[in-house]
């Protein structure tokens, strides 16, 4: 996954953001008709979680804030690499990644959760019989091959008393799961409830689907969330809270006309495949609230737990203080 190359990404945010990566164009600017420009970069290709971006730019929520919003895709770089070097005014990110990146002094900001709870887990043919992190012994996992990922399943399996010596890690990176899964190359993978497993659904593939929220709090983390950076806050705290407006009422439309809002992203990404489109979205505007007071709140206790967790398994030298990596300010608390 994508999201777990976070330490060597940091190494690229760091020299972005002292001055030999893009151009800094932080400081917005208007144009002739007076709209004032900004940019958001994704973490990935389209998807039904960007959806409520897509809605506010078609819908012209953006338009009634004063705002010209571009939405891109990360040609070189992460989202996160983008935001803290000023090429983007917005981004689309993860706890653990805006985690890594305030421990290294990046001051980028998570401003909403996307999604209230993690909507992941692990994934496997069901004629695998794999159950729970205690069936990982002596199977074949296959990801990114990066450490967190490495202690995430080590410490799941712990747990539950396996022996996770007796896990097969393999590097599989992007590869299709349904292909890597079915030709026995690896027993189980990491996968998003809200896209891959709707996919099986979708097919007819039976699954056994561990929820990773459901083994331990720790891994119920915000994935994705929407950054900014301090500077952005700083300097364009009206320009930040222009475009959450918008961005707030195009995740509520997306809660109140879930295949309305497919729509809009497939008019949008007319690549997607419809029906999953379709499906996930259905998913999806259950999820993006769900039991949160409000679209986007995020919690201390949560950013505590997982940055707490990463200190003590060596992923950062140093505790953070959390409440400076996100904030509720820019959101519609009613």
């Known amino acids: 996954m994508k999201k777990y190359m976070s330490i060597l990404v940091l190494v690229c945010i760091i020299a972005l953001t002292t001055g030999c990566g893009a151009q800094k164009t932080d400081k917005v600017t208007d144009n002739i008709n007076d709209k004032i420009k900004a940019t958001a970069v994704l973490d ?28 891109v895709q990360p040609q070189e770089g992460t989202a996160e690499q983008i935001v ?65 990922e490495e202690a995430t399943l080590r410490y799941l399996m712990e747990q539950e008393g396996a022996d996770p010596s ?25 996968i998003f409830e809200g896209w891959t497993g709707i996919e099986a659904k979708l097919r007819g593939i039976e699954l056994n689907y561990i ?14 969330v929407i950054i ?8 364009n705290n009206e320009v930040v809270r222009k475009f959450m407006r918008a961005v707030e009422k195009g995740y509520r439309f997306c809660i109140e006309k879930p295949e309305e809002a497919a729509e809009i992203l497939l008019e949008n990404v007319p690549e997607l495949d419809r029906e999953l489109v379709m499906e996930s979205q259905k998913y ?3 999820k993006y609230q769900e039991d ?22 060596g992923f950062i030298d140093e505790k953070i203080d959390v409440s400076k990596a996100f904030t509720n300010e820019f959101l519609n608390r009613k």
């Not at 900014?228 to 300097?235: N, V």
């Open 292 to 313: 949160a007071e409000y679209w986007g709140m995020q919690k201390q206790e949560v950013w505590e737990r997982y940055m707490l967790w990463l200190y003590e398994n």
């Open 211 to 224: 929820e990773l929220r459901k083994l331990s709090d720790i891994f119920d983390y915000y994935t994705p």
């Open 228 to 235: 900014t950076s301090e500077k952005m806050i700083e300097e």
């Open 84 to 148: 803290a070097a000023g090429s983007a005014q917005f981004g689309i990110s993860y706890q653990e990644a805006v985690t890594f990146a305030r421990a290294e002094n990046i001051p980028i900001v998570s401003i909403a959760a996307v999604i209230q709870h993690n909507t992941s887990g692990f994934a496997s043919l069901a004629e695998k019989g794999i159950t729970s992190p205690k069936d990982f012994e002596n199977k074949k996992y296959g990801g990114w091959g990066s450490p967190v």
């Open 44 to 71: 990935w290709t389209p998807n039904t979680n960007h959806t409520g971006l897509y809605v506010a730019l078609s819908k012209g929520y953006f338009e009634d804030e004063g705002l010209d919003v571009t939405i």
């Open 166 to 190: 007796k896990l097969n890690i393999l590097t599989t990176g992007d590869a299709d799961f349904f292909q890597v899964s079915t030709t026995g190359e690896v027993d189980f993978a990491w």
């Open 284 to 286: 999806l505007a259950e």
